[in-house]
């Protein structure tokens, strides 16, 4: 870009602007919108992420008092005002800042949300951004924030100018909520259009199953043959309205054969045994593990390259394994296992697994693979263990509910044609990190401006496509840095606080990203089992046992939920998962033992 100095041309055309009336300066019918932008009243209309915010009398850029808001390792300090305006108007967006990465921005424009920042100001800066609204925009979020891990900012006499909208007021609840031909495991609803609304919360029972902007959905996920009741309130920047009037559907009768998860016990205990490997926690043969465990996950079946899709499962070599049972005698235990009750599943991926299927060719060979050591072994199914850089989302890949990005679209399109293959008994298991499921709640992908890790919530479209075909999600609660809650706490790994914050997410659902309209519906809480690590060898977030008996209190019975308040209770939760079998033996099967313990009834 040529930076020469326009000199006398920009002298010449000022001249011209000003002469011809066509002046930058504000419009008479533009207004200062933000409110206490140079905070004087404190934070009042201000919301700051987990409490990153305070104003401070000094340094200050006008006025006597300014923003300071300190970032940290999980949080980058944003704070918000939401702002009334007119559809199809031009606003600018200024303020004045000091320090390191400082951000100011505005989201929801209804056309192309605007961001613009400074790499370092080390006295008061001036940032200034424009934007124009959508037809349909009343309402729009300025922010400011800093970013991860670096030091303090500063903020002051934030502006921004414009047409001023109406007051928004509460819309009214919505009418005309009606259910269409049930599925065995969706209902279809539409209702008519609310006056005012920016979307529309969908509730089944007391639960928020999803948030849509148009005035029809179709609510997933639910129990075959059953009735369910649904109501529907309005939204927008105001509040939201009363529920509707309340609809009953009838779900039709599910298949013949099991349905996901019918097979298992009530409350099961999910392990996985370190049958390919060794470490330090010692080798244990199939036909040692207790009968205690009910689901029994093969770790690990690895790809033969990153992206070949090829997918090869053989047991601990007997120098690394001493005591590894043959093959014959592995497949003999596994049925042994399964004439018990037991299920017995591949997992693939883990740490050192890294499984991208980026192409066709990738995920035709990734099934047939996948297949061959299912029908070797006899197994019940698949777990995915997929970490590290095996999932993560492409530029403009914005959506959970319709993804693009082609690792994802042909992983989703393997494990359905995987459960078309095996039928309605198929075992489907997922256990990813926090950091690609609740992480999800603030940022996904590489985020509107990019900048963002684009394995940010990269889960959430896999879990959310295969959600009718998934026995359980066991979440890692562990190796996880801190988590915002539904409560915009941070929470932190090795607490019952951090398990009852983390499964409430799942149980409840969470707007992606923070947006209203994209909605991650809740699980059934039968679907989900919370995981941990075995001992404290096992991996970073270990948890006492009477925390975890802590959290399964507050989550099944609502009792002893400490300063977290769950938007529901779950008597029918699944259970525990564990990171491993191999390591509560190690540590003297403290782990299941205190699972038996545990009083579920």
């Not at 922010?143 to 921004?160: E, F, I, M, P, R």
């Not at 649904?230 to 927008?236: G, L, S």
């Not at 060794?278 to 689901?295: K, L």
Request: charged share 15%; with cysteine.
């Amino acid at each position: 870009m040529d930076r020469t100095p326009l000199g006398p041309l920009v002298v010449a055309l000022a001249a011209v602007l000003v002469l011809g009336g066509l002046t930058t300066t504000a419009r008479a019918a533009d207004a200062e919108l933000a409110r206490n932008g140079g905070f004087e009243a404190g934070l009042d209309g201000w919301s700051c992420t987990a409490g990153s915010g305070a104003v401070v009398p000094a340094p200050v850029h006008g006025g006597a008092k300014a923003l300071q808001a300190t970032p940290a390792d999980g949080d980058n300090a944003r704070c918000t005002q939401t702002v009334t305006v007119r559809p199809d108007s031009a606003y600018t967006l200024s303020g004045w800042v000091r320090g390191s990465y400082v951000h100011l921005g505005a989201s929801g424009t209804g056309t192309t949300d605007v961001s613009t920042w400074t790499r370092s100001a080390p006295d008061w800066q001036r940032l200034t951004t424009t934007f124009r609204t959508g037809p349909a925009t009343r309402t729009v979020t300025v922010h400011v924030h800093g970013w991860y891990g670096t030091g303090a900012y500063h903020a002051d006499d934030l502006s921004l100018t414009g047409p001023g909208g109406d007051p928004v007021q509460v819309p009214a609840a919505p009418t005309g909520l009606t259910a269409g031909t049930a599925g065995s495991t969706t209902v279809p609803l539409s209702w008519t259009p609310v006056a005012g609304a920016t979307s529309y919360h969908v509730y089944r029972g007391t639960a928020r199953a999803l948030t849509v902007t148009g005035t029809t959905a179709t609510v997933t996920g639910l129990a075959p043959a059953t009735a369910h009741t649904f109501q529907v309130t309005a939204v927008n920047a105001a509040g939201e309205s009363p529920k509707s009037a309340a609809v009953t559907a009838t779900t039709a009768p599910g298949p013949a054969d099991p349905p996901p998860g019918q097979g298992l016990p009530v409350h099961a205990l999910v392990g996985y045994l370190h049958a390919s490997f060794a470490n330090g926690s010692g080798y244990t043969r199939m036909a040692d593990v207790p009968d205690t465990w009910d689901v029994i996950n093969l770790a690990f079946g690895e790809p033969t390259s990153v992206t070949s899709g090829d997918i090869r499962f053989s047991l601990c070599p007997a120098a690394e394994c001493p005591g590894v049972e043959s093959a014959a005698d592995l497949k003999a235990a596994i049925k042994a296992k399964q004439a018990a009750g037991k299920k017995v599943l591949i997992s693939i991926g883990g740490q050192n697994g890294q499984v991208q299927l980026a192409t066709p060719a990738a995920r035709d060979t990734f099934v047939a693979s996948v297949s061959r050591i299912i029908d070797e072994y006899g197994l019940d199914g698949l777990d995915i263990d997929f970490e590290g850089h095996s999932l993560s989302l492409a530029a403009g890949d914005t959506d959970f509910r319709n993804p693009t990005t082609p690792v994802i679209v042909h992983l989703v399109s393997a494990l359905k044609t995987l459960k078309a293959k095996y039928g309605p008994g198929f075992v489907l298991t997922m256990a990813p990190e926090t950091f690609f499921v609740q992480l999800g709640h603030q940022y996904y992908g590489s985020g509107p401006w990019g900048g963002q890790d684009p394995r940010a919530g990269a889960y959430l479209p896999v879990i959310h496509a295969l959600r009718d075909d998934l026995t359980l999600l066991h979440v890692q609660d562990y190796n996880s840095g801190p988590i915002m809650g539904l409560d915009g706490r941070y929470h932190s790994m090795g607490t019952a606080d951090f398990h009852i914050a983390m499964t409430d997410m799942l149980l409840t659902g969470f707007p992606v990203a923070g947006d209203a309209s994209r909605f991650f519906p809740a699980l059934r809480p039968e679907q989900v089992a919370i995981g941990l690590p075995a001992s404290p060898h096992a991996g970073n977030g270990h948890t006492a046992p009477a925390e975890v008996h802590q959290a399964l209190d507050c989550l099944t019975r609502r009792v002893d939920c400490g300063s977290y308040r769950t938007h529901g209770t779950w008597p029918a939760l699944r259970g525990l998962m564990t990171w491993s079998v191999n390591w509560d033996r190690f540590g003297g099967w403290e782990f299941s033992k205190n699972f038996d313990a545990y009083g579920w009834s």
